[in-house]
């Protein structure tokens, strides 16, 4: 720590800080536009200028200079006041103060200075900017007359997002902020740059004119996406989720978001929310009553094993404990799962044997703690795209080495010093257990290793995943599987990182266990910086598993509940915010098995192409309109609250099973609190919590390590010959089938695609945008090509989440689907 | 730089080889800070900068393709339209300029049928102001590639045109 003296004041700061950081620390405010917490001190805009007496009173910008031990600093002497009064008035010179008509106005850093500052009046003139103000894509507009060239949206896109879109252009009196060649915005439209805008230069085009910032009331929530945990500030206006807000200060990302998270959240007023109860009347869905519509679902329920359950991990963990409850003591079933019983086979399975527990044993703060990174699959940034920022800083910022075992490249490539791996598509588990292999041979096994238990059978089993082997089916070279392996023990700390999800087969108990050798064998578990990261898909994915709400004790598992209700043993199907049809594998089977069930009922938010089918559909609540909690990827718990109020004939699930649980003749909770207190009573690691004890920031469960050996079985994919292999997976754009409803995401990515490599598409005379008919052995359906740098010859890619061409049409739930293209 | 010029540049698009930027690249891969030498290198053979030949070194070096932008648009020395063959440079600077520069400018303005940094349709010459050549004793001062020519008058300017509109182009 540092001692110092600011305007009369004796503080201290740490040594590293800057006198702004020093200052604001200890609540003095200096007035600033070019800085935010999360990006690197620029020194751009000259308003923090401060004097330091040893400097001989000269001005110098507090952002940029650090403290020193006995400095001397005034913030706000008469001289000082005066030059930032001129560094405002050059800034207003070019500006067109278009305050009234500007969405920033109430919340812009330049008009609250000039206020501040009493700037009402200007000694120079000059011209004002002419730029073209950029309406070319649907979620960000630029308008560079209003810029300050401030430079944070260049910096942020380049430190945190790695995408660098933007960046200064020209010199002089003529710099501005651009793309290249002065091309209209075409990013990943993330808003990052949106968020850090001092000034109305960049906006969130679709928030444009639908209220002024101080009529927003703001709502601290949790985002709904996908299982990272990012903490949302909701901007509501009439009831209405108008937009999201940024505060620099929220949650382990700082504010910082995604496209799905930033721009996705239409979805919440949607217009085409259901909003009554249906009923099937004659082959007709028709609008009816709750009482009518519940009494029905009840008598349904009484079933016994004939009734089974489908629940999305997007419920709250005090839904998704109450939905079992009901199944278990009301309904008398065990056949209950999310995410089609495979996509947390990882956690479930995987874990549980590897070790011990069905949770990831590391947290996302662990990345910036590391040294090495493993990521299994590029996706990874686009499945978690705000853990994919944590990667950025790791490696841009703490020189964290990036090592990625892939079936294709993808952004994360792209990063100083990352070695990316390319391999055969599903053949992910046996380099890994060369890499375990090699390990041993090498002798880089910790000494921990030895007494765990399964060490002799795994070193006796292992003797076939030779790196040479293994090499020859993965199309690696030995000596890059002998190199990853040797890098990852040779760390000292290392992270493992892997998505999982409906998307990702191949993502499961085998890999997980394949991952948690490596990490057990080199002792790289239970430490800062270290263990196994499994990135699970949606934001209540770990709460599902932790709830318990998954296939038990001869329960049948997701895909075994679709069979059965082909086969008649199913009669009653309660889904609740799944979306099977879509997302689950093999459309055609699961078509016909909800077809075959004698009573369907699905909750949702919309009409999905489930719902479609059903009996009786029953209109839920989304994350903004209830309360609950929800439990993070790396098992942090947070509380949520209803930031609007739900519409009168909507009910929440919880609300749902509290009626039906009273009409099959059990007692319900008396609120989600009072779950909660159950779910803490009984759910190991939640013990202590509560509402009022989870505050802001949420709290980790811990994670108990238990580390057991076990051999993974790798399942070789052989390639035929004439075919592509088909992976599927998750865009960046879109999480699950969820975001098909929020407008952000659609606006950039209305439908599915196939990426193909250019050889491949040269080969087959195919170019961007043409529409390519994919055949499997399952199906066929018509898709848009995507010709890419990124896929390897011979592999080609489809997202997942669209109900118009499914790609569940031609994927039966394999790793790796084999199929032919016609033009 | 203008929409105009990033518009042309896209506009005439050649059919461009990349071979001849690819042996550039390999020459400076290994360096760190090879991004100026790489450009140098690249306008050196195309004699500008195609907008392609940009994307490309963005791929192969890895560095976005705005900040390549950036640079180009920062340094005057960055050309991205084809240049002429000849490139006329006049200097405006205060000793030329008291000299009679402005009229030697507008001279050849005139029979040229060119503006300031603008390029002749047969891709001969290229005509530019700049600020001083550093000869200010052969005031008024016209440069054509590397040759210099000191004391200018409007005659030497016929003569220096209809010398160079008839030497070869390639």
Avoid at chain 1, 263 to 268: K, L, M, V
Avoid at chain 1, 437 to 448: C, E, G, N
Avoid at chain 1, 635 to 655: M, N
Avoid at chain 1, 672 to 696: C, K, N, R, V
Wanted: hydrophobic fraction near 40%; aromatic fraction near 8%.
């Amino acid at each position: 720590m540092v001692n110092l003296t600011i305007d009369d004041n004796q503080v201290t700061a740490p040594k590293s800080s800057t006198i702004y950081e020093a200052a604001k620390l200890n609540g003095i405010k200096i007035p600033i536009l070019c800085h935010d917490n999360k990006l690197k001190p620029f020194g751009a805009c000259r308003m923090c200028l401060v004097e330091v007496e040893q400097m001989k009173g000269r001005q110098i910008p507090a952002c940029t200079t650090p403290v020193t031990e006995g400095m001397i600093v005034r913030t706000a002497t008469p001289d000082i006041v005066k030059a930032r009064k001129m560094v405002l008035e050059l800034l207003l010179l070019n500006h067109p103060i278009d305050c009234p008509v500007c969405d920033k106005a109430g919340d812009c850093d330049l008009q609250n200075l000039t206020y501040e500052y009493k700037v009402n009046a200007n000694r120079f003139t000059d011209e004002k900017f002419h730029h073209k103000i950029d309406y070319n894509n649907p979620l960000i507009e630029r308008d560079m007359n209003r810029c300050v060239l401030c430079g944070k949206c260049a910096r942020i896109c380049d430190e945190i997002v790695s995408f660098g879109a933007l960046t200064f252009i020209d010199r002089g009196i003529e710099t501005k902020i651009g793309c290249e060649f002065e091309d209209a915005l075409n990013c990943e439209f993330c808003g990052s740059c949106v968020s850090v805008c001092p000034v109305g230069s960049l906006l969130a085009r679709p928030f444009k004119f639908k209220a002024r910032f101080w009529s927003l009331t703001k709502r601290k929530s949790v985002c709904g996406y996908c299982g990272t945990g990012c903490n949302l500030t909701l901007g509501i206006k009439d009831n209405k989720v108008l937009t999201t807000l940024y505060d620099e200060n929220q949650g382990f990302h700082k504010g910082q978001l995604c496209v799905r998270g930033r721009f996705g959240y239409q979805f919440i007023n949607s217009n085409k929310r259901l909003t009554a109860p249906m009923l099937r009347k004659e082959g007709r869905l028709t609008e009816s009553t709750w009482e009518e519509a519940l009494q029905i679902v009840a008598d349904h329920l009484k079933g016994g094993n004939s009734v089974a359950a489908l629940a999305t991990p997007r419920l709250t963990n005090e839904e998704l404990a109450l939905f079992k409850k009901m199944m278990v003591e009301n309904v008398g079933s065990k056949n209950f799962d999310h995410s089609a019983g495979y996509a947390h086979s990882a956690l479930t399975e995987g874990f549980v044997r590897s070790f011990g527990t069905s949770a990831s044993p590391a947290s996302i703060l662990d990345i910036q703690k590391s040294d090495l990174l493993l990521v299994i699959k590029t996706d990874a940034y686009e499945t978690h795209p705000v853990i994919g920022f944590e990667i950025n800083m790791g490696v841009k910022n703490r020189d964290i080495k990036l090592n990625i075992l892939s079936d294709k490249r993808g952004k994360l490539s792209k990063l100083p010093g990352a070695k990316t791996l390319v391999h055969r598509p599903g053949s992910e588990v046996a380099i890994l257990n060369a890499m375990a292999k090699s390990i041993l041979d090498d002798k880089l096994v910790d000494a921990s290793a030895a007494s765990v238990p399964g060490f002799a059978e795994l070193v006796k089993e292992l003797a076939a995943f030779t790196p040479e082997a293994v090499a020859a089916q993965s199309g690696l070279k030995a000596a890059d599987i002998k190199q990853l392996a040797g890098s990852y023990a040779a760390a000292e700390k290392a992270l493992i990182l892997f998505p999982i999800g409906q998307a990702y087969a191949g993502h499961n108990a085998e890999l997980a266990s394949a991952v948690a050798n490596l990490a057990i064998l080199t002792g790289k578990f239970d430490k800062e910086g270290c263990g196994v990261l499994c990135m699970a898909e949606k934001n209540n994915s770990q709460g599902a598993v932790d709830m318990g709400f998954y296939a038990q004790n001869g329960g049948m598992d997701g895909l075994r509940i679709i069979d059965a209700c082909a086969a008649g043993a199913v009669k009653t199907l309660f889904i609740a915010g799944e979306n099977p049809l879509i997302s689950y594998p093999n459309h055609t089977k699961v078509k016909a098995a909800l077809g075959a069930v004698e009573c369907l009922i699905v909750a949702d938010l919309f009409l999905t192409e489930t719902a479609a089918m059903a009996d009786v559909v029953l209109p839920a609540c989304s994350f903004a309109e209830k309360e609950g909690t929800f439990t993070s990827t790396d098992r942090r718990v947070q509380h949520i609250e209803p930031a609007i109020r739900k519409s009168a004939q909507c009910k929440s699930d919880f609300e749902i099973f509290s009626a039906l649980i009273t009409k099959l003749g059990g007692t319900p909770p008396a609120n989600p609190a009072a779950q909660f207190a159950e779910i803490s009573a009984a759910t190991p690691g939640y013990a202590g919590m509560s509402y009022l004890s989870l505050g802001s920031e949420g709290v980790f469960a811990p994670v108990a390590v238990t580390p057991a050996l076990v051999l993974p079985k790798s399942a070789a994919v052989v390639a035929e010959e004439g075919s592509l292999s088909l992976v599927i997976g998750s865009v960046l754009y879109h999480s699950g089938t969820l975001s098909q409803y929020g407008e952000g995401p659609m606006h950039v990515c209305p439908e599915g695609y196939l990426e193909i490599s250019r050889k491949d598409a040269l080969l087959k005379n195919i170019t961007d945008n043409d529409p390519v008919t994919v055949t499997s052995s399952a199906g066929s359906v018509k898709l848009k090509a995507k010709v890419t740098s990124r896929m390897p010859d011979g592999v080609v890619f489809a997202p997942y989440h669209f109900g118009a061409a499914p790609v569940n049409t031609i994927w039966s739930g394999a790793a790796v689907t084999m199929v032919t293209l016609a033009k | 730089m203008s929409d105009a010029v990033a518009q042309q540049t896209e506009e005439q698009e050649p059919v461009i080889d990349l071979s001849i930027a690819d042996s550039v690249i390999d020459k400076y891969i290994d360096i760190p800070g090879n991004l100026m030498p790489v450009l140098q290198g690249v306008q050196d053979e195309y004699g500008y900068i195609p907008r392609m030949v940009a994307d490309h070194i963005a791929e192969r070096l890895n560095v976005y393709p705005s900040q390549i932008y950036g640079v180009l648009t920062f340094y005057a020395q960055f050309h991205l339209k084809p240049r002429g063959k000849f490139i006329i440079r006049v200097c405006v600077g205060t000793a030329c300029h008291v000299q009679g520069a402005p009229r030697i400018v507008e001279t050849f303005f005139d029979k040229l049928h060119i503006g300031h940094a603008e390029t002749s349709p047969d891709l001969r010459f290229t005509f530019e102001k700049v600020a001083c050549l550093g000869a200010c004793g052969m005031a008024p001062l016209a440069m054509v590639n590397d040759s210099t020519y000191g004391g200018m008058t409007v005659q030497k300017v016929d003569e220096i045109i209809s010398d160079y509109s008839q030497r070869p182009m390639k």
